[in-house]
């Protein structure tokens, strides 16, 4: 079983930054990967950004350059930092995770797990 805790959401005006955390309880010590997503209201749920046990990282071309994940294997947690937030950036963010010894573009919500609760970013103008 797995269990994620995000945190770090919040209120932001434009041009700001916000890192998110998410937690990793596990029983396993299998290879996996960590993977944000965001939902906007009325809109489907999107690929943010990935990163593989291994160190491999992945990237939605919009937000490349402007969000950056990292890990901290010691404190089994995942971080998205996310500078020059835009209006648009406004999303529950969620972490996700998939169990794959290799690491890969998964895009897709399917592709993952388990979820976390999400956490609310909004980004005011």
Request: overall charge positive.
């Amino acid at each position: 079983q797995v269990q994620l805790v995000e945190s770090g959401g919040g209120l932001v005006q434009v041009g700001g930054s916000l890192r998110l955390s998410c937690e990793v309880s596990r029983r396993t010590f299998s290879p996996y990967q960590m993977g944000w997503f965001r939902q906007a209201p009325g809109k489907e749920r999107e690929f943010v950004a990935g990163i593989h046990t291994r160190g491999a990282t992945y990237y939605a071309d919009s937000m490349k350059g402007r969000f950056t994940i990292s890990r901290d294997n010691a404190k089994n947690t995942v971080y998205l930092q996310m500078n020059s937030l835009k209006p648009e950036d406004t999303a529950v963010y969620y972490c996700a995770y998939k169990m794959v010894s290799y690491s890969g573009n998964y895009l897709l919500p399917n592709d993952y797990d388990y979820w976390g609760q999400g956490t609310q970013v909004t980004v005011s103008s």
